[in-house]
């Protein structure tokens, strides 16, 4: 493991498990639950991710502490590959603002390699229409080439939504990606919303992203242009409806791979999370996306995932 990541690790760890937790809370309650994780893409490589859960704190969906393990399997015509992972998890999320903070670290082993993982954010707000979120992803690269050679990276960066009066928003990321083979990415990203009618749920997105690497050549172990841009209309919606919510975004685009011409784009994603009744709680999210791979412009990849806890 990296020297460096040591302490942050250890730190986080700490934060983020029962012990650490237990002179910030008083609450009881406790909860166990099952996740899974299901993708396909157009070139035949399938995840599937199934999850266990133990909560010893639980508030509610967006504010828990517990450990998870998750069993992995991807396939590929006739190549497949099974992983494990042991997980602890924090969440301390504000549902109505999205501000507060949220942990997932561990250590994931698939194929004689062994990675320790993390997944953090943490979000504030810096003004009345201003806010700031930091975040950090390490994790392996998931393709059947990179999994074989324990290809993973290290992402991390920032975002800031900047509102423009009511009815609009502005928001910015700037990222780097960091890939053991010795590859480097920098991304960026703007996303402009417009809120038509403030309690409808509506808004009409511009989106923009782009990233740069530092070398074309990985050996085909993932999809790696130079270059990449992709510009997108989306539609979002966001409905509420006794205690439930739903949210669903679509939009089209352009892309540009290096100098080949521009080609279509698309993404369509659908998400519906429970109110907690008779101490569950539901969580689902699927959606489908056309952009470009290894062959071509034509690349698609589908996916559902789900989170159901309960309270006791």
């Given at each position: 493991m990296n020297k460096l990541l040591q302490p942050t690790l250890l730190a986080l760890l700490l934060a983020a498990s029962p012990f650490g937790q237990a002179a910030e809370t008083t609450n009881d309650d406790q909860g166990a639950g099952a996740a899974f994780f299901l993708s396909r893409d157009n070139e035949g490589f399938t995840t599937r991710r199934l999850a266990l859960e133990y909560l010893p704190d639980y508030q509610h969906a967006d504010a828990l502490t517990g450990v998870r393990y998750t069993d992995h399997h991807y396939s590929q015509h006739d190549w497949q590959r099974d992983g494990q992972q042991i997980a602890l998890l924090h969440r301390q999320i504000d549902p109505a603002t999205a501000n507060g903070w949220q942990i997932d670290t561990g250590l994931f082993r698939q194929g004689g390699h062994d990675l320790v993982t993390l997944d953090g954010s943490y979000r504030r707000a810096l003004a009345q229409r201003t806010g700031l979120e930091l975040f950090v992803n390490r994790d392996w690269v998931e393709t059947q080439h990179s999994l074989d050679r324990g290809?993973?990276?290290?992402?991390?960066?920032?975002?800031?939504?900047?509102?423009?009066?009511?009815?609009?928003?502005?928001?910015?990321?700037?990222?780097?990606?960091?890939?053991?083979?010795?590859?480097?990415?920098?991304?960026?990203?703007?996303?402009?919303?417009?809120?038509?009618?403030?309690?409808?749920?509506?808004?009409?997105?511009?989106?923009?992203?782009?990233?740069?690497?530092?070398?074309?050549?990985?050996?085909?172990?993932?999809?790696?242009?130079?270059?990449?841009?992709?510009?997108?209309?989306?539609?979002?919606?966001?409905?509420?409806?006794?205690?439930?919510?739903?949210?669903?975004?679509?939009?089209?685009?352009?892309?540009?791979?290096?100098?080949?011409?521009?080609?279509?784009?698309?993404?369509?994603?659908?998400?519906?999370?429970?109110?907690?009744?008779?101490?569950?709680s539901l969580r689902l999210r699927g959606g489908y996306s056309q952009s470009a791979s290894f062959n071509g412009p034509d690349y698609r990849y589908r996916y559902l995932q789900g989170e159901w806890i309960a309270r006791f």
């Amino acid at each position: 493991m990296n020297k460096l990541l040591q302490p942050t690790l250890l730190a986080l760890l700490l934060a983020a498990s029962p012990f650490g937790q237990a002179a910030e809370t008083t609450n009881d309650d406790q909860g166990a639950g099952a996740a899974f994780f299901l993708s396909r893409d157009n070139e035949g490589f399938t995840t599937r991710r199934l999850a266990l859960e133990y909560l010893p704190d639980y508030q509610h969906a967006d504010a828990l502490t517990g450990v998870r393990y998750t069993d992995h399997h991807y396939s590929q015509h006739d190549w497949q590959r099974d992983g494990q992972q042991i997980a602890l998890l924090h969440r301390q999320i504000d549902p109505a603002t999205a501000n507060g903070w949220q942990i997932d670290t561990g250590l994931f082993r698939q194929g004689g390699h062994d990675l320790v993982t993390l997944d953090g954010s943490y979000r504030r707000a810096l003004a009345q229409r201003t806010g700031l979120e930091l975040f950090v992803n390490r994790d392996w690269v998931e393709t059947q080439h990179s999994l074989d050679r324990g290809v993973h990276f290290n992402y991390w960066g920032a975002s800031l939504d900047q509102g423009l009066g009511e009815h609009l928003t502005l928001v910015g990321l700037a990222a780097r990606q960091d890939f053991s083979d010795g590859n480097e990415r920098s991304h960026g990203r703007l996303k402009l919303i417009y809120q038509p009618w403030l309690d409808l749920g509506l808004t009409l997105q511009a989106r923009y992203r782009t990233y740069h690497s530092s070398s074309d050549d990985v050996d085909g172990a993932y999809f790696n242009p130079k270059n990449y841009d992709e510009s997108m209309l989306a539609v979002g919606w966001r409905k509420r409806l006794q205690g439930w919510t739903g949210t669903l975004t679509a939009g089209l685009g352009r892309q540009q791979v290096n100098d080949d011409p521009r080609s279509n784009t698309r993404l369509l994603e659908l998400g519906l999370q429970s109110p907690l009744r008779a101490q569950q709680s539901l969580r689902l999210r699927g959606g489908y996306s056309q952009s470009a791979s290894f062959n071509g412009p034509d690349y698609r990849y589908r996916y559902l995932q789900g989170e159901w806890i309960a309270r006791f």
